[in-house]
């Protein structure tokens, strides 16, 4: 029997959204840091790493981390503007304006079906004079 692959939400980081808000507002960062109590966290909550929304246990662990691949990666990714709402919006077309809609003009479809009333018949008489 194969392994079944499941999602591990155990080491799940936030996304870099979430990242964006925690480095552009310092409350919103403070807000997140409250949320668990600091017995909870690894070394009792004094080395977080903010671009990667981790905690370590000593600041030596810290060090190396952003030293490392993973830590340089996500903040090549941080640097990139996020999309914002309303750009996603217009790229699957909810807000574009197509300008104002054409009316059919009513006086014109009047004389239109009458020339195609006279088409048909004039289609008829063809037909009929080919089949005698």
Same mark, same amino acid.
């Given at each position: 029997?194969g ?7 155990k080491?799940r980081t /936030? ?6 808000a ?8 403070a807000?997140?840091k ?5 017995? *909870?966290?690894?070394?009792?909550? =004094?080395? %977080?790493?903010?671009e990667?929304a ?6 030596h662990?810290? +060090?190396?981390? /952003?030293?490392?691949? #993973?830590h340089?990666r /996500? +903040?090549?990714?941080? /640097?990139?503007?996020? %999309?914002? =709402?309303?750009?996603?919006?217009? !790229?699957? @077309?909810?807000t574009? *304006? #197509?300008?104002p ?6 006086e @014109?479809?009047e004389? =239109?079906? !009458?020339?195609m009333?006279?088409d048909?018949?004039?289609?008829? *008489? *063809? %037909?009929?004079?080919e089949?005698?």
């Amino acid at each position: 029997m194969g392994s079944i692959r499941r999602s591990k939400t155990k080491r799940r980081t /936030r996304d870099l959204d979430q990242i964006h808000a925690d480095l552009l507002s310092p409350k919103h960062l403070a807000q997140h840091k409250t949320l668990k109590p600091v017995e *909870d966290l690894p070394g009792l909550g =004094q080395w %977080y790493c903010v671009e990667c929304a981790k905690w370590f246990e000593g600041e030596h662990s810290l +060090i190396q981390h /952003r030293k490392g691949k #993973n830590h340089k990666r /996500r +903040i090549r990714f941080l /640097r990139e503007k996020p %999309y914002s =709402q309303k750009e996603a919006e217009a !790229a699957v @077309g909810l807000t574009t *304006d #197509n300008g104002p809609k054409k009316e059919l003009a009513v006086e @014109g479809s009047e004389e =239109q079906a !009458a020339t195609m009333e006279v088409d048909e018949v004039s289609l008829q *008489d *063809d %037909y009929l004079a080919e089949v005698q």
